[in-house]
Each structure stands twice: as C-alpha cells, then as structure tokens.
C-alpha cells in the first residue's frame, strides 16, 4: 500500500541532490522498495514488520516466489508459523488485494473490459525485477527510532500515512515529527506525507492515484496529492 513506484523517479532527484560519495541512502520505513531499489551506493533500509523484512532478504538473496491457491492463502493465514516467515510475508502483502495484509486472497481476476488479470503473476515479475538492483542493500528490522544510522546520511521517511487505514502497523506521529526534527540536526531527511507540522516545508507535490488517500479510505483507486517535506531550519 502507498506505493512509491509511480514517483520515485521524480522525487529521487531532489532527495540525492548533492549525495557525497559513499553517503549512505537510509529507508527507516522499507515498505515496497519502490525508492531504495532505484538508488545506487551504500544503502540501508529498515521496517517493523518482522515478515516484511524476512521476505525482501530472501529475494534479494535469489528466492523466487510461486503462485499459490486460495486455499493456501488462507491456510498459512491461519497458521503463520508452519511456514517460512518469508513465504508468510509474500503470501501477506503480495498475494492481497492493495498490498493490505492478509487483507483477502488476490488471483486471477476478471476486469471490467473482460479480459483475466493475474494479480500474483504481476506481483513475482515487478518483485524480481525489483530485487536486481537491491544487491548490497543492508536490512534491518525494528522501530524506526531505534535503527542505528550512519553519520550524514540522507534519510527518506515514507511512514504509515496520517488519517489513512489499511496499515498493518501504524506509528505515534507526534513522536515521529520530533524525532524527524531530531535527525535533521545530524542528516539530510525527507518525509513522505499528505501533510506535515507547521515548521516543516513541502519541497515536491503532485496529484496521484493511490490505494490510499487523504480522506482516510483505502482500496481502490482515489485521487490524493502526494508531498515531499523537509524541516525549514535544520542545524546541519
């Protein structure tokens, strides 16, 4: 859910603007990799989700995921520990409608102009194409505000948006803005959000369609204005 892959390319720009070489590129929120996979250098990333984690260590290290049934679906939903916690991962977000947890069986389906979709097909050939350019990256799993960044890194923060549902794990975002604040005396940081406090300034915006959206819905496809902010004074 809340998928980058249809900006990355237009906010990468201004995120890397000036990268040092060998700066490292940090991800506190791993989510979809649709950002960290198009940046190339030292890179670290870091997510919640002990089987989100688990699932992009295990492509990255040449797993390729097979379609599964729906009975499967919904038998390892029902019994997460008889399997490998990368197969629980994939079988959760990507065999899901919207990327929604276990959020119900997604298969081959029957689209409005009558041709067959197959929803699972697509999700293992944007993954492996994916997971090429995400050799080297380091992974981490934990709360955000617990990860172990490198000196003078460039931070991209795209954390479970404010006033949307559909999350699996949702953050406190006052604790999130202060420490926000906090790193952007140390680092370069950038925050994904539809909107932000009052000391920080929008640097990108655009109109996209998203599975989520500002009024708070997920699922389907609504209009929302993606944002890009950074701290108006940070000390660095």
Known sequence: MGSKAKISKQI????????K?????????????NSICEVAGPRLTNDIDYYLIEMWKALVYGWIPEKITR????HIKDNVLEYHPAQVGWT???CSYSGKWFGGFAGDVKTKIGTTRDYQDEAIRNVCAQVKKMKGVTFRQGEYHELEIPPNSIIYCDPPYQGTTGYNNSIDYQKFWNWAREKSAEHILFVSEYSAPDDFQCVWQKEVKSSLSANGKSGGNKNSVEKLFKLKCPNY
């Open 12 to 19: 990468l720009p201004i995120i890397l603007a000036g990268r």
């Open 21 to 33: 070489e060998e700066q490292w590129y940090v991800e506190p929120f791993a989510g979809g990799m």
């Open 71 to 74: 009975e499967k679906y919904y």
């Open 92 to 94: 959760g977000f990507n």
